[in-house]
């Protein structure tokens, strides 16, 4: 069973960088597509972004330019670099993976990032 754990986030200043990590274990298969979400208080959880192992990314139109996932295929381990982060990008950030296309999702049990003005 595929089991993850975020790491990376912590409180900064708008304008300023961080880098979110995810490493998944329980499984010796790339993992086929890994990402994260985030929720803001009083908010549902939204896509930020994703990355399967064909090289195919999918990002929220609100962190388009600014951040960047990647991944190490074979340590099933996603990065998302969060440049220019603003107040509005203050949320819980949960890692998510996909095993294959037809697996259920799991989440990891998320990291706060909090953007102060």
């Known amino acids: 069973q595929v089991q993850l754990v975020e790491s990376g986030g912590g409180l900064v200043q708008t304008g300023e960088s961080l880098k979110l990590s995810c490493a998944a274990s329980g499984t010796p298969y790339s993992i086929y597509i890994m990402g994260w979400y985030r929720q803001a208080p009083g908010k549902q959880r939204e896509l930020v972004a994703t990355l399967a192992t064909t090289g195919t990314t999918n990002y929220a139109d609100s962190v388009k330019g600014r951040f960047t996932i990647s991944r190490d295929n074979a340590e099933n381990t996603v990065y998302l670099q969060m440049n220019s982060l603003k107040p509005e990008d203050t949320a819980v950030y949960y890692c998510?993976?996909?095993?294959?296309?037809?697996?259920?999702?799991?989440w990891g049990q998320g990291t706060l990032v909090t953007v102060s003005s």
């Open positions: 998510m993976s996909r095993a294959t296309p037809l697996d259920f999702e799991v």
